[in-house]
């Protein structure tokens, strides 16, 4: 198992930060690279949602199936995928930051291999993962600074 960690100090309201990481419509508008999400049900957002996530890799579209299996408004978001061979388990947290004037956005991403080849592969593209998932982070904190709208 690898584990990734990342923080970021967002200048916009603890709900407004929620909503665009636990909605996958709104993490899209954030997210350049994300380039398409189709819904696989009914609902949207919440416990059971399910989506396929399209986005840019390297100059080629990769699709991925998430899933949300925990959500707790304007607290935490817990999303799980399993591809190539791995149970992807990421976990966004929402705090208001101390000063009042913003929020904390955590992210803890877990990589766990279920397959032998993932096992040597996971470790090997940890800096890689890592780079690309800052760079969403980045990208959702640029995104609501820069957006003085309700994501909603």
Request: hydrophobic content about 40%; some cysteine.
């Amino acid at each position: 198992m690898t584990r990734t960690t990342l923080t970021r100090t967002i200048g916009a309201p603890a709900d407004r930060v929620f909503a665009t990481v636990a909605d996958p419509v709104n993490y899209t508008k954030a997210v350049s690279q994300i380039t398409k999400v189709e819904f696989l049900t009914d609902q949207r957002t919440g416990v059971g949602t399910r989506f396929l996530e399209t986005r840019e890799m390297r100059g080629r579209e990769a699709a991925t199936e998430l899933e949300v299996t925990e959500y707790v408004k304007n607290e935490h978001v817990r999303i799980v995928s399993k591809a190539g061979g791995t149970v992807w388990d990421s976990v966004f947290t929402v705090t208001p930051a101390g000063d009042g004037r913003g929020t904390r956005l955590d992210l803890v991403m877990e990589a766990r291999p279920c397959r032998l080849l993932a096992r040597v592969f996971v470790p090997l593209t940890k800096g890689i993962v890592a780079k690309a998932v800052a760079g969403d982070m980045d990208a959702v904190k640029a995104h609501l600074e820069d957006v003085q709208t309700d994501p909603d």
